[in-house]
């Protein structure tokens, strides 16, 4: 098993244990583990932590992100410089947002299913000025209608146009 899919596959388990066993995160989210915040951020910081440093070399932040010349960014990003990067001018963006992604990673039940997720995640920095693009497509939080596990995960971005080279 590739090394990802095992990393996610254990995350996973990791994360069903937890919320098995503890009756009150299970009563933060009404017993839906897709709508609870805690285990979204456990998932969020395990994920970009095991996937995303294996795919991109780490997507923590930031300042992280523009010392690190393997983590993907949009061409405006590009254009401001990554010497200049700040929380003013961009920020770090999930092509599949984390709401969807984290629904998709838990209800995986096959390894097919959960090395779809690993496939559909990629990150980038984008321009603080590309942000409003999604908002007027609404698509902040959501992919495109009739988006599905498998399709092209930048589709939002493609929508919206933004450019990432290297992923797009």
């Known amino acids: ?9 254990q995350l996973r388990s990791g994360l069903r244990a937890w919320f098995n066993s503890d009756r009150h995160l299970r009563s933060l989210g009404d017993g839906d583990a897709t709508r609870n915040s805690r285990l979204k951020k456990a ?5 970009d932590d095991r996937v995303g440093n294996e795919k ?8 992280k992100a523009k010392k690190n010349d393997r983590h993907p960014a949009s061409k405006k990003a ?7 990067w700040t929380g003013e001018v961009a920020k770090v963006e999930h092509a599949v947002p984390v709401n969807v992604l984290f629904g998709l990673f838990w209800n995986a039940e096959t390894p097919d ?3 779809a997720v690993v496939d559909a995640y990629a990150v980038a920095v984008v321009a ?7 908002n ?6 959501e992919m495109p209608i009739g988006w599905k596990p498998g399709d092209d995960p930048l589709a939002r971005w493609k929508t919206v146009g933004i450019e990432v080279p290297g992923l797009c």
């Open 136 to 141: 007027s497509h609404r698509l902040r939080s």
């Open 128 to 134: 603080k000025e590309e942000d409003p693009l999604l």
């Open 56 to 63: 991109f070399g780490g997507v923590w932040s930031i300042d």
């Open 113 to 115: 299913a959960m090395q």
């Open 1 to 9: 098993m590739p090394d990802m899919l095992e990393k996610a596959l």
């Open 78 to 84: 590009l254009l401001i410089g990554r010497e200049n």
């Open 43 to 47: 998932f969020r910081d395990n994920w």
